[in-house]
């Protein structure tokens, strides 16, 4: 077996954000052409897990309205409070810590189905109704993002990340609603942090993803 850290062992380097996409879409042909890196990816083995947790939301954060021309992003591996950095053409940095509800059992699980038998299983299976789940989801979701209203965050920007494709896109509903509900949940709580954002990922463009990020820091 091949290994994830070898193969993306140049992650962490500064970018801008066309050397973001570059990275990024080399890295995805790659691992398509590749059996053992396409498992690996799918396992989130390794650094794989940080490529589509981390260095993914950090590329597209940096296509967005909210990123500095002439600034370079990065992400940043450790525990030390953070996981991306952007640094601006004036030379000062901006620190991000990422947020992502996943249900990593599950889609463990489900990655060595699609490994074994060339299919994954049904996401849902249990007959409740779409609304039931997404409020599920957004409770899921909301709890989540609370552990981090109880630690202080001072000095960084806290980018909270959702995917709705699963509960709304695939059934080719929309997740407004849901996206403002969980605002709303937001906006009750109070965070130690000197930014807040949100990203919505529904399998969209990462050129749109203007359409789906929000500044929620003076909200």
């Not at 260095?55 to 967005?64: G, L, Q």
């Not at 940095?93 to 990422?98: A, S, T, V």
């Not at 709580?189 to 000197?194: I, R």
Request: aromatic content about 16%; proline content about 1%; overall charge negative.
């Amino acid at each position: 077996m091949k290994s994830a850290d070898e193969f993306l062992s140049d992650i962490e380097g500064f970018r801008t954000p066309e050397e973001m996409e570059v990275y990024f879409e080399e890295k995805k042909r790659e691992i398509h052409l590749d059996d053992d890196y396409y498992q690996l990816s799918l396992l989130k083995k390794g650094l794989f897990k940080e490529l589509l947790e981390e260095f993914y939301p950090m590329y597209c954060f940096s296509r967005s309205r909210f990123f500095e021309n002439n600034s370079k992003v990065k992400i940043v591996i450790g525990n030390q409070g953070y996981d991306g950095l952007i640094l601006k053409q004036d030379g000062t940095q901006q620190k991000f810590e990422l947020t992502t509800y996943v249900n990593g059992k599950w889609e463990f699980e489900d990655a060595k189905r699609l490994i074994k038998n060339g299919l994954g299983d049904t996401r849902f299976g249990d007959g409740k109704s779409l609304k039931y789940r997404s409020k599920e989801y957004l409770k899921q979701v909301t709890e989540s993002f609370k552990k981090k209203s109880l630690k202080n965050y001072s000095g960084v920007n806290l980018l909270f990340i959702v995917n709705t494709f699963w509960y709304f896109e695939v059934y080719d509903n929309s997740s407004k609603s849901f996206i403002d509900e969980l605002i709303n949940e937001i906006k009750l709580l109070t965070f130690k942090a000197e930014g807040i954002y949100l990203m919505v990922l529904n399998n969209q463009d990462v050129s749109q993803i203007d359409n789906n990020i929000y500044d929620l820091s003076n909200v």
